[in-house]
């Protein structure tokens, strides 16, 4: 089982999978740059080596790239849209340079409209995206806690955006514990957690599913409010990551937490929990 964290990139690629290194991360995320400015220093080829070395011999895997957080690829306005198209490209670009196996993006929002508008407004993105750089790393759609109209808060609104993407077979999923139970899927059972794994593998489909992010809730389930919290400390608690983690259906899945890292003993902490509650 493959588990591990977001880790900072400050001070280098390299330098971010020391620190998963010491965390213990058999798997990480990073951003492939600021992610919440547009500005893109270039990539460090002498770090870039180092960091695929390092991670080689640590055997940390998969690597997933996080999105700019500024990428909005729903948006009603014009200009954002097509900005957003283009920056999406730059980080699988720079997804692919860092020999990063998934980019998981979030769907993204346009306030005032539906659903379904946004839905074939982010298909219609992927494929310009698609068209204007056929990824060799794999795209993957993240579930959204449907937070200040954020699309993807149902799983099928991910299936219908991968319906009207031209080509699948770049495509895949990253499932959000936190995400998801803020939208509505409870995991505190190991009966809910039978009945998340169904409802996967009926929309988006088991194959798709690459990576979780593994977060707890600190808002109520169905709250749609979107702050995670440290594994077992919040709304989900222990029970539930227990359930969770042993599901055969999720146990083989490479596991990212992006829980709060307030102290330096916060990831330390978690990735104890995350262990312990494995049988
Ligand atoms: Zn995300
Ligand atoms: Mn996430
Ligand atoms: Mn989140």
Same mark, same amino acid.
């Given at each position: 089982m493959r588990l591990g964290f977001h880790v900072s990139i400050s001070g280098g690629f390299s330098l971010a999978v020391r620190r998963a290194y010491e965390?213990?991360? #058999?798997?990480? *995320?990073? !951003?492939?740059?600021?992610? #919440?400015?547009? @500005? &893109?220093?270039p990539l460090d080829p002498a770090d870039i080596a180092e960091f695929k070395r390092l991670r080689e011999e640590w055997d940390i895997g998969p690597v !997933?790239?996080?999105?700019?957080?500024?990428?909005?690829?729903?948006?009603?306005k014009p200009d954002l849209y097509q900005r957003?198209? /283009? *920056? !999406? &490209?730059?980080?699988? /670009?720079? @997804? /692919?340079?860092?020999?990063a196996e998934y980019l998981v993006t979030h769907l993204g929002s346009a306030s005032g409209k539906e659903p379904g508008w946004m839905i074939e407004r982010v298909a219609k993105a992927l494929n310009a995206a698609q068209k204007l750089h056929p990824p060799k790393a794999m795209i993957l759609l993240e579930n959204t806690a449907g937070e200040a109209g954020d699309v993807g808060y149902e799983l099928g609104q991910? #299936? *219908?955006?991968? %319906?009207?993407? %031209?080509?699948?077979?770049?495509?895949? &999923?990253?499932?959000?514990?936190?995400h998801g139970f803020a939208a509505g899927y409870d995991i505190r059972t190991k009966k809910d957690v039978d009945g998340l794994a169904k409802e996967i593998d009926a929309t988006v489909g088991k194959s798709r599913l690459k990576g979780i992010h593994l977060n707890d809730c600190l808002k109520d389930f169905g709250s749609r409010v979107d702050r995670h919290w440290h594994l077992g400390e919040g709304k989900?608690?222990?029970d539930g990551f227990r359930a969770f983690l042993n599901h055969p259906f999720f146990r083989e899945v490479p596991m990212i937490m992006e829980t709060p890292k307030e102290t330096e003993e916060d990831d330390p902490r978690n990735m104890k929990k995350a262990k312990s509650l494995l049988k």
């Open positions: 965390i213990g991360c #058999r798997t990480m *995320q990073i !951003f492939s740059r600021n992610p #919440r400015g547009w @500005t &893109v220093k !997933f790239v996080h999105t700019n957080y500024l990428i909005n690829l729903a948006s009603a957003s198209i /283009e *920056q !999406f &490209v730059i980080d699988l /670009e720079r @997804t /692919e340079h860092l020999g991910v #299936r *219908q955006v991968i %319906d009207g993407i %031209d080509n699948t077979s770049r495509i895949g &999923v990253c499932y959000d514990t936190c989900i608690g222990d």
